[in-house]
């Protein structure tokens, strides 16, 4: 069965320093993959998204970046974090070419930055 | 462009009762799918249920169902018998029916069943 491992669950972080969340899938091969961020009380907004290795679209312009290194990898990156990068951060897969199936979400990363 | 409306901020219902939330969307693709996903407090979204822009029939999962209503682009998601562990924000999402299946989200509606 598949399933998405996202860590780590909650984060702290100064601002200005680098931020690093990595995301892995099992049991499926050549997922979509995605990053999404939910604002306090609000919905979700989808940062980035990978349809392959190396290929990754951004959705919103900010200090965040994304990378796909491996097949069912995906990593969500910053250089210097900003006091408006705190939210919760949510990888998700879906089955490429089937948009039907909706998403499977990671269990998510608490991120506050201080 | 595509957009998900959610009116309701918060509902509350009387456990065991039926319960509606609204989901209006708004798209110019012929083809495309809409969602709906649990959030619990501990932050995970759960898939509930599914319908297809071109599915004849509402769709159905255990006490879930969507009553789609596609020339009134409505996708309501209603709740039968409502459970104390039902309690939870509700997301709304659409598909943009491209081969990257990006989801769109409602800002949701926050249920709370009462005992």
């Known amino acids: 069965s598949q399933t998405i491992h996202q860590w780590p669950a909650t984060l702290v972080q100064p601002v200005g320093s680098p931020l690093s969340l990595e995301c892995t899938v099992e049991?499926?091969?050549?997922?979509?993959l995605y990053w999404y961020r939910q604002a306090a009380g609000r919905g979700l907004q989808l940062l980035f998204y990978?349809?392959?290795?190396?290929?990754i679209s951004s959705e919103v312009p900010q200090n965040l970046s994304a990378s796909r290194p491996q097949d069912r990898q995906f990593i969500l990156s910053s250089k210097k974090l900003l006091l408006s990068d705190s939210g919760f951060y949510l990888c998700a897969w879906s089955v490429d070419g089937r948009y039907d199936y909706g998403y499977t979400f990671g269990s998510g990363t608490r991120l506050t930055v201080v | 462009a595509q957009k998900i409306t959610q009116t309701q901020p918060g509902m509350f219902v009387q456990e065991k009762e039926a319960v509606t939330l609204d989901c209006t969307y708004d798209?110019?693709?012929?083809?495309?799918?809409l969602f709906w996903y649990k959030q619990p407090s501990s932050g995970e979204m759960i898939f509930l249920i599914y319908?297809?822009?071109?599915?004849?029939q509402n769709a159905t999962e255990g006490r879930y169902s969507l009553n789609f209503q596609k020339a009134r682009k409505s996708a309501n998601l209603v709740i039968s018998a409502s459970q104390l562990g039902d309690s939870a924000m509700y997301f709304c999402a659409m598909s943009n029916g491209g081969s990257q299946g990006n989801l769109i989200f409602g800002k949701g509606t926050k249920l709370s069943v009462k005992p």
């Open positions: 798209t110019s693709d012929p083809s495309y799918g």
């Open positions: 990978s349809v392959g290795i190396g290929q």
């Open positions: 049991g499926t091969s050549n997922p979509n």
């Open positions: 319908q297809g822009s071109y599915d004849q």
